[in-house]
T-cell receptor, first 114, second 114 residues
Framework: AQSVTQLGSHVSVSEGALVLLRCNYS??????LFWYVQYPNQGLQLLLK??????LVKGINGFEAEFKKSETSFHLTKPSAHMSDAAEYFC????????????FGTGTSLTVIP | EPEVTQTPSHQVTQMGQEVILRCVPI?????FYWYRQILGQKVEFLVS????????KSEIFDDQFSVERPDGSNFTLKIRSTKLEDSAMYFC????????????FGDGTRLSIL
């Protein structure tokens, strides 16, 4: 079985500061991990994915995430926050078998303070 | 870039009425999904669909729900007799074959049950 825990339902950072959004996963098989972003009144947009290749994954909009098996973590980071990064961020895990559902975390709402 | 499209963007229905939510997945994708997101809560899996049949469903997806791919392009979710607690954002997603492929989400249909 798979599950995701996102610590911190709300994160506030100043513009230009480091963004760190936490995601820990549980999986009985090697996981595939994803980060999605949701802007108000929009769907989920893929930021990046981990599929057992490089452990440091770069995504769109300057975001990256590092897969750490020993910590069962897949935290999302961005060196310098921009006002446009304000959104809801969801971590998701999949067993990876084609057709398998995604299990989403509860989401983290990111606020960027000017 | 190909997109998943959902219609309508907002559906208001009286309790007890049937509702059909429509989705057009990305054309070469073979795996289709419905998720829902109750306001302020996480994205929850409802059902996955492949090769014209349901491959997985959650406990939420009870006998009131059904899915169909009527014409090779549309993918629909029907709720036979809506309840107040069905009010949520419903997302359709599709994915390509192969392990680790991300799901691509539509912008959602906001269903409001009165």
């Amino acid at each position: 079985a798979q599950s995701v825990t996102q610590l911190g339902s709300h994160v506030s950072v100043s513009e230009g500061a480091l963004v760190l959004l936490r995601c820990n996963y549980s999986s009985s098989v090697p996981p595939y991990l994803f980060w999605y972003v949701q802007y108000p009144n929009q769907g989920l947009q893929l930021l990046l994915k981990y599929t057992s290749a490089a452990t440091l994954v770069k995504g769109i909009n300057g975001f990256e995430a590092e897969f750490k098996k020993s910590e069962t973590s897949f935290h999302l980071t961005k060196p310098s926050a921009h006002m446009s990064d304000a959104a809801e961020y969801f971590c998701a895990v999949s067993a990876g078998n084609t057709g398998n559902q995604f299990y989403f975390g509860t989401g983290t709402s990111l606020t960027v303070i000017p | 870039e190909p997109e998943v499209t959902q219609t309508p963007s907002h559906q208001v229905t009286q309790m007890g009425q049937e509702v059909i939510l429509r989705c057009v997945p990305i054309s070469n994708h073979l795996y289709f999904y419905w998720y829902r997101q109750i306001l302020g809560q996480k994205v929850e899996f409802l059902v996955s669909f492949y090769n014209n049949e349901i491959s997985e469903k959650s406990e939420i997806f009870d006998d009131q729900f059904s899915v169909e791919r009527p014409d090779g392009s549309n993918f629909t979710l029907k709720i036979r007799s809506t309840k107040l607690e069905d009010s949520a954002m419903y997302f359709c997603a599709s994915r390509d074959t192969g392990g680790g492929q991300p799901q691509h989400f539509g912008d959602g249909t906001r269903l409001s049950i009165l």
